[in-house]
């Protein structure tokens, strides 16, 4: 199994880029946008934790940044109903950390921002993958857990002011690096600054 990649980035796309190893070998490795964001420019030397994927009909490479995305998408991927394509679009849709988040508070409304889930869908794969994402999601958070109220607070009070979650959960991550919120009023006045 290849487990890392390590050359020069060739090509990006916004789904897949293609590595140049130094014997000159060339791989194709579909990433998440969250991870394409992130890629440096064409030429660059680049590394990626990699997990092949292999099925009936494909065989396909997936890269990550961090041993983090990767073990996130491998835990998704262990989800009835969830495929590569999903756990993909999961993971294009949200960062690591958030994504787990979302998993282990049960965050349904969250999940089914992506494309291709719905409620029925948002609230198996949560019930299923709840407990297995607690520690990445504990891990790679910055905030403590008794935040989380006020946090999921805030998005709810953005997304009812009509913004898309995905910019309603952003602002008030970028209103979190302020610091720690004392009310979910404050928190809601910060991310107000961002959008």
């Known amino acids: 199994m290849i487990s890392r990649l390590r050359g020069t980035l060739l090509s990006r796309a916004s789904d897949r880029v293609e590595i140049e190893t130094p014997g000159g070998v060339v791989y194709e490795v579909e990433v998440p946008l969250t991870v394409f964001q992130r890629l440096p420019a064409p030429g660059s030397a680049v590394e990626l934790r990699t997990l092949q994927v292999v099925t009936e009909t494909s065989v396909a490479l997936y890269g990550f940044i961090d041993d983090v ?98 910019d309603a959960d952003e602002a008030v991550r970028l209103a979190l690096e302020e610091g720690v919120a004392g009310s979910t009023d404050e928190l809601l006045r910060r991310a107000l600054a961002y959008r």
């Open 69 to 166: 995305e990767r073990t996130l998408f491998q835990r998704l991927l262990t989800a009835s109903g969830v495929g590569a394509r999903l756990a993909l679009a999961m993971m294009s849709a949200y960062s690591a950390d958030r994504l787990a988040r979302a998993l282990a508070e049960k965050d349904t409304v969250a999940l089914r921002q992506v494309s291709g889930v719905g409620r029925k869908k948002a609230e198996k794969i949560a019930l299923e993958l709840a407990d297995r994402v607690a520690d990445l999601a504990v891990a790679a958070s910055g905030e403590g857990r008794a935040e989380a109220p006020i946090t999921h607070a805030a998005v709810q009070a953005l997304v009812a002011l009509g913004y898309s979650f995905a």
